[in-house]
């Protein structure tokens, strides 16, 4: 895989046809597997719309929450069905009633202690399933790697044995390497859409059974064993029109290894560009997805569904946490979800954390 990448008119005018001939979507940075498919940047009025509503005053957290983090929640309820809660079993719950009285949750740094207590499965891993997570099936578009990179690569290695960054999950799909992950409680992992569903109405639901949530997993070392969902989910608007916009996905696990990683705080930003973030998550350049790396870079620009930066990514890093530092606390504003594409030239993008998609994430984390 290419490591930098140059923008002469003439390579950008090519990469552009390439990309429109191989798919109608591009997800530069997504593809750890063939169920993963690709999405688009677009941005619908509805979002817009939604923007706009009377507010009221949000819930007070319990902690000092980043000074970007919105104040005011909406009263109106979300009509956009698109943002509707649908899990694999076919359930799907309008988005009226995920309506919550906050913007910020508060996650934790976790504590000292056995994982096999909270149920994770401590079995060592054998030569075969190290060798099958070195493996990765990408789609077409995430062969073109290179376009995620953003001029001179400047991601960097992470050991995640401390927090936020043993919180953050490789996820392996009948062995493997898929997609990055991160905990928002101790049973509950974000990830993209696309990492759980195919996309749009041909797209299908990967099956329970074939995934494996390894937090913190480095070099072929899991420290806190592995993981499995009791249930996945995603949006109406991601499984039915693979909507970039709405391109999110919620794992609930059968176990509570969170209470040993600590979760991730996430919010509702009030403002985003020029915000400094970091991305951490498991690319399949690296290593052959073996180990975690990190990618610091700035918002360039935003829209009320989308934030695209400058940081490095590379396929097996969708998922991952867009993350900012504050008070001691990781605090997550975005999922990384695609690469360059025409409509974002120069920057990697994910899904902003709308008050849509905050109340999606907490209904599945409230969940028993």
């Known amino acids: 895989m290419t490591d930098t990448y140059s923008h002469p008119y003439g390579n950008w005018l090519y990469s552009t046809l390439l990309i429109a001939v191989i798919t109608p979507h591009l997800a530069g940075c997504n593809g750890g597997s063939a169920t993963a498919q690709n999405n688009t940047n677009t941005t619908t009025p509805a979002i817009a719309a939604a923007?706009?509503?009377?507010?009221t005053a949000a819930a007070a957290p319990s902690v000092n929450a980043p000074p970007i983090a919105a104040t005011v929640v909406s009263t109106t309820p979300t009509t956009s069905q698109r943002f509707s809660l649908v899990a694999s079993s076919g359930q799907?719950?309008?988005?009226?009633?995920?309506?919550?009285?906050?913007?910020?949750s508060v996650g934790s740094s976790g504590a000292l202690g056995r994982p096999e207590a909270q149920g994770a499965d401590m079995t060592p891993l054998t030569d075969a399933e190290l060798a099958a997570i070195k493996t990765t099936t990408p789609t077409a578009a995430a062969r073109i790697i290179r376009e995620s990179i953003i001029g001179f690569d400047s991601r960097f290695h992470v050991n995640?044995?401390?927090?936020?960054?043993?919180?953050?999950?490789?996820?392996?799909?009948n062995g493997s390497t898929h997609c990055t992950g991160w905990l928002v409680s101790p049973d509950t992992l974000v990830t993209a859409g696309h990492c759980v569903h195919g996309g749009g109405s041909k797209g299908r639901w990967g099956t329970t059974t074939a995934f494996r949530i390894y937090p913190g997993f480095s070099d072929g070392y899991a420290p806190y064993g592995y993981c499995q969902p009791r249930e996945i989910y995603s949006s109406l608007g991601w499984i039915t029109a693979a909507d970039g916009d709405a391109d999110v996905g919620v794992i609930k696990l059968n176990c509570a290894i969170g209470n040993a990683t600590g979760y991730f705080s996430y919010f509702v930003a009030a403002q985003t560009d020029n915000t400094a973030i970091t991305i951490n998550g498991y690319p399949g350049d690296k290593a052959d997805g073996n180990q975690q790396w990190g990618s610091t870079g700035i918002i360039l620009r935003s829209t009320p569904a989308k934030i695209y930066y400058d940081n490095d990514t590379t396929g097996g890093m969708s998922?991952?946490?867009?993350?900012l530092q504050h008070d001691k606390t990781a605090w997550s504003l975005g999922i990384h979800t695609n690469g360059e594409s025409l409509l974002s030239p120069g920057?990697?993008?994910?899904?902003?954390?709308?008050?849509?998609v905050f109340?999606?994430?907490?209904?599945?984390?409230?969940?028993?």
């Not at 998922?319 to 993350?323: F, I």
């Open 51 to 55: 923007a706009a509503t009377p507010t």
């Open 359 to 368: 109340d999606l994430i907490t209904a599945v984390k409230e969940l028993p």
């Open 347 to 356: 920057a990697n993008g994910g899904t902003r954390i709308s008050q849509d």
């Open 92 to 104: 799907v719950v309008n988005p009226s009633s995920l309506n919550q009285d906050k913007t910020v």
């Open 319 to 323: 998922g991952a946490p867009v993350w």
């Open 160 to 173: 995640p044995y401390a927090y936020p960054q043993r919180a953050v999950a490789l996820i392996t799909y």
